[in-house]
């Protein structure tokens, strides 16, 4: 759905930018990070975020019960979307949109299908600077309903996350952290236009602006926002548009 793809985008960023720029804590962020996959990821019923911190795996935030619980079964049974995400190279998700019919972690799947309404999942991994910190879970109580647009909304969500999440730690303050997330903003469009026009993944999209970054020796924000600025002129081309 490329044309709906950036309205999206915009209402993801402007949805988590209100409750990060009034909080100051990461406990804030991850309440809203799992509160807004809720909200904004269609089918998605419930939802967590899994850290790895000092070698141990730990639910930061989940947004009801359900998701806490299958963040306590992945752990005990050292499998599921979160465990994987945050321990494989690639890809950075991982999912069984249908426990019904099987899935890649069949303990983990009959515990969710006997305890919990759950019946399909999807992990994606969160990164802070660069390295693969945890994972946001998403739930569905509905075989099937998370679907390929699901996973692109989630994917930047999450990769809203890691940015709101980084800027917490280097202790920015309030108006830098969002004088960042702006000109982040910029990127993450650029990044969903890139994804819906050539059908490639949020990674190599990001490898397509920073290349043209470098080779060009404009600052990335500037690349993103030439990317969005000629989309809205002629869809399908620009700076980054297909040949």
């Not at 930061?60 to 752990?75: F, L, W």
């Not at 980084?166 to 993450?188: D, F, K, P, Q, Y």
Request: net charge negative; proline share 3%.
């Amino acid at each position: 759905m490329p044309n709906q793809f950036p309205l999206e985008l915009l209402t993801t960023f402007r949805s988590m930018a209100d409750v990060v720029y009034s909080g100051d804590s990461y406990e804030h962020v991850y309440d809203a990070l799992c509160r807004s996959a809720v909200d904004i990821v269609d089918g998605c019923d419930h939802a967590s975020l899994m850290l790895r911190q000092h070698g141990r795996n730990k639910t930061a935030a989940a947004s009801d019960d359900v998701a806490r619980r299958i963040d306590e079964m992945e752990v005990e049974l050292g499998e599921g979307p979160c465990i994987d995400a945050m321990d494989d190279d690639e890809p950075d998700q991982h999912l069984c949109t249908d426990l019904t019919s099987g899935s890649k972690w069949p303990a983990l799947a009959l515990r969710i299908r006997q305890e919990t309404p759950v019946k399909g999942m999807a992990g994606f991994r969160l990164r802070r600077d660069g390295e693969k910190v945890g994972a946001l879970n998403v739930f569905s109580d509905t075989p099937g309903a998370l679907s390929q647009h699901s996973l692109d909304q989630a994917i930047v969500l999450t990769a809203f996350a890691s940015i709101a999440m980084a800027a917490l730690e280097r202790g920015e303050e309030a108006v830098t952290l969002r004088r960042g997330l702006e000109s982040n903003r910029e990127i993450g469009k650029a990044i969903g236009l890139l994804m819906a026009m050539h059908g490639i993944s949020d990674d190599q999209a990001f490898e397509m602006l920073a290349k043209v970054s470098q080779e060009m020796n404009i600052k990335l924000a500037e690349v993103a926002s030439q990317v969005v600025a000629h989309h809205r002129k002629e869809p399908g081309s620009g700076v980054l548009g297909a040949s």
